[in-house]
């Protein structure tokens, strides 16, 4: 007899194995569909905006002596996080509606190790706290409290990170807000950085103060493995940047991987993820999002929903921003 029971594990069966055929394409099958003589484009670093030129520089350092991914996209955005000049993230960045400085980050290795920290407060590079979160814990995400009790006992230092020109920034926002968080262009800085190492080995990493002047106690897509950053060795590395709701909403980092493990480049899956927020939401107004991506090969990509999107390159013989394809003007 059929029971509901029973219909139920039918049903979720049933939907594993469209999903296993449709999505979850092999290692084995990943490898036939590829061209294995394809030459390979390593090591290579991209990263989110303008900021990127300087966190590459730092990335190139350690990819170009032969180092790893993991030491390369820890070290680069280490740069941007230090950063006083930068509002976004980091030293420096914007607070919440309360005057609170909180910080997202995440990253990840070529073994599908990852670690994250959320609403982190007073620690300058949360990327470290990251990572020592993946190496010396058996968690993935550690938030507030927590997280900065743990940073404390790791050595990491308290450091103010409202500067006085993000101070200045607030209470100016105060005046004109009525304490409403806004979206806008100027919440786009988020440094996202891919690498890939001489071994042929994907790491990424993803850090931002988060949207300016959001609710306190908000967390953004950026240090949720999956929606802010997503890596797997076999395929490709992605990042996103810019409004986390909505990269969230669709899973975006790991969506653009799985599209180029079923034969998208890293361009045409970047483009199909922007198109899938965009179908999700019915009112586009001010909602940036972008992503990038890097394959196994060291071919990278970039789209986003709104013109003005661009990320930086770094290679052997290439050191330059890149402006990326978008949906919209
Ligand atoms: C967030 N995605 O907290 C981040 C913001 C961002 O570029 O990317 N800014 O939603």
Known sequence: MKTRRNFIK??????????????????KEYKEKINTSKKVIKPIVISTWNHGLAANKASWNI??????????????????ESDPNNSSVGLGGLPDRDGFVTLDACIMNHENECGAVAFLQDIENPISVARKVMEETQHVLLVGEGAKQFAIEKGFKET???????????????ERSKYQPIINSENH????????????????????????????????????????????????????????????????SAIVVELMRNGMSPNEACKEAVERVVKKHKDLSNLQVGFIALNKY???????????????????TQNEMIDAKFYKK
Do not use: Q
Request: charge should be neutral; charged fraction near 20%.
């Open 63 to 80: 990819l170009s002596k032969g180092g790893s991914s993991l030491d390369a996209v820890e070290a680069g955005v280490k740069v941007t």
């Open 298 to 316: 060291g071919e990278k990509g970039g789209h986003s929903v709104y013109k003005g999107f661009n990320y930086a390159v770094h290679t052997k």
């Open 189 to 252: 800085d988020t440094i996202g950085l891919l690498a890939l190492d001489e071994k042929g080995n994907l790491s990424g990493a993803c850090t931002t103060s988060g949207m300016a002047y959001k609710l306190h106690g908000r967390v953004g897509d950026s240090p949720i493995i999956g929606a802010g950053l997503f890596v797997d060795n076999e395929v490709g590395a992605a990042c996103a940047t810019g409004m986390g709701e909505a990269v969230i909403r669709i899973a975006g």
């Open 10 to 27: 039918l049903t979720a069966l049933g939907s594993a194995a469209v999903l296993a055929s449709s999505c979850l394409t092999s290692e």
């Open 160 to 174: 103010n990170l409202l500067t006085e020109n993000s101070k200045k920034a607030w209470e100016k926002w105060k």
